[in-house]
T-cell receptor, first 113, second 114 residues
Framework: KQEVTQIPAALSVPEGENLVLNCSFT??????LQWFRQDPGKGLTSLLL?????REQTSGRLNASLDKSSGRSTLYIAASQPGDSATYLC????????????FGDGTTLTVKP | GAGVSQSPSNKVTEKGKDVELRCDPI?????LYWYRQSLGQGLEFLIY????????KSGLPSDRFSAERTGGSVSTLTIQRTQQEDSAVYLC????????????FGPGTRLTVT
């Protein structure tokens, strides 16, 4: 059974800092890994998706990396802004088709002005 | 284009009543997923539909929960004889082949059982 862990559970940083969020998973036979953000009372917004054959993906100030052998992914946020404050979730899909994803419990990020 | 929509956005019901939650996926998306997010907890997979294949119901917590997808589009999640522990946000997502099955989520339905 796939287990996904996100550390830390909460993180508070001053505006402008670069930061890294961590996601680890137990089953390395993944299909893909997707990072989301969730604002309070809202649904999930997709940030980045990394296929199992890829090592990283970038979008603007965000960079996600994947190391299947160690069962880890990181989400790097450059030059953080107060608008980045949200809960960040990683989701891992195992197998070769479009099946279910297993989610971590998330990291709640607060960026202070 | 339009994203995933869900209705109602909020539902308050009395214990023991049945409820139906609706999800309209993005047009052209063949895969549809239901998840549940309880207060302060992560997302829990419930059920997954892919085209005309048999759905993956492995996440449904009890036989009080069921879901159907009509015409390969709209899906309805039904909870019978609701219990207080069913209170949660129910999230629907859809995805399509050729795009790594990237999941796009709706805003969710907040269910409160009193």
């Amino acid at each position: 059974k796939q287990e996904v862990t996100q550390i830390p559970a909460a993180l508070s940083v001053p505006e402008g800092e670069n930061l890294v969020l961590n996601c680890s998973f137990t089953d390395s036979a993944i299909y893909n890994l997707q990072w989301f953000r969730q604002d309070p009372g809202k649904g999930l917004t997709s940030l980045l998706l990394i296929q199992s054959s890829q090592r990283e993906q970038t979008s603007g100030r965000l960079n996600a990396s994947l190391d299947k052998s160690s069962g880890r992914s990181t989400l790097y946020i450059a030059a953080s802004q107060p608008g980045d404050s949200a809960t960040y979730l990683c989701a891992v899909r195992v197998g070769t088709n479009a099946g279910k994803s297993t989610f971590g419990d998330g990291t709640t990020l607060t960026v202070k002005p | 284009g339009a994203g995933v929509s869900q209705s109602p956005s909020n539902k308050v019901t009395e214990k023991g009543k049945d409820v139906e939650l609706r999800c309209d996926p993005i047009s052209g998306h063949t895969a549809l997923y239901w998840y549940r997010q309880s207060l302060g907890q992560g997302l829990e997979f419930l059920i997954y539909f892919q085209g005309n294949s048999a759905p993956d119901k492995s996440g449904l917590p009890s036989d009080r929960f069921s879901a159907e997808r009509t015409g390969g589009s709209v899906s309805t999640l039904t909870i019978q004889r609701t219990q207080q522990e069913d209170s949660a946000v129910y999230l629907c997502a859809s995805s399509r082949p050729g795009h790594s099955y990237e999941q796009y989520f709706g805003p969710g339905t907040r269910l409160t059982v009193t």
